[in-house]
């Protein structure tokens, strides 16, 4: 992995923290906030691809696990990766990788619609699955009260979809999909 690759997974792991810096929403009935943080990994598979998509993810948990305060409220440590978010935490390398395999794929004939589309089956729809049935299995909930919950993120996560695909076409130039696409 060259270096230009690495510095990129890290700035998108940084990226994803300053996320957290957005006031999270209680919702009350669900112990996990709606958070701006699903933005910064639906971009990191959009932007980066599958590798360095999925690796900014890793690196992210990594911060989480060490203890760094990189999720709202300034929260970190192992703790958190055995809560009711860890579901979603740990789906996140996994969506974003999935993202960007796909963008990838379509990356000669991007569309905005396209990368929507990708960014809602894996960054919305995926990580929601995992997320609620890990938080169902860990707060010992039915599954299915866990994904009823989670239809509440629904709405904030279709613009954020939204706003991957737009910001990634913006930025398209400057992607490192590009370079590959080029060189």
């Given at each position: 992995m060259r270096i230009k690759e690495?510095?990129?997974?890290?700035?998108?792991?940084?990226?994803?923290?300053?996320?957290?810096?957005?006031?999270?929403?209680?919702?009350?009935?669900?112990?996990?906030?709606?958070?701006?943080?699903?933005?910064?990994v639906m971009l990191a598979g959009c932007f980066l691809g599958w590798r360095m998509g999925a690796l900014s993810l890793v690196i992210f948990l990594i911060l989480i696990a060490i203890g760094l305060p990189v999720l709202p409220g300034g929260r970190g440590g192992l703790a958190i990766l055995a809560g009711p978010t860890a579901g979603y935490l740990l789906s996140w390398p996994l969506a974003a990788g999935l993202i960007g395999w796909c963008t990838e794929a379509v990356w000669p004939k991007v569309r905005a619609w396209k990368?929507?589309?990708?960014?809602?089956?894996?960054?919305?729809?995926?990580?929601?699955?995992?997320?609620?049935s890990c938080m169902a299995w860990i707060t010992n909930t039915p599954v299915w009260a866990g994904l009823t919950g989670s239809a509440a993120f629904l709405p904030g996560d279709l613009i954020k979809a939204l706003l991957a695909a737009v910001i990634t076409m913006q930025l398209k130039p400057l992607s490192p999909l590009e370079d590959k696409r080029r060189g």
């Open positions: 690495l510095v990129y997974a890290a700035l998108f792991a940084a990226l994803i923290a300053v996320l957290a810096l957005i006031p999270p929403v209680s919702l009350g009935f669900i112990p996990v906030p709606i958070t701006a943080q699903t933005l910064g990368l929507f589309v990708i960014s809602l089956i894996f960054g919305v729809l995926l990580v929601n699955l995992i997320g609620a």
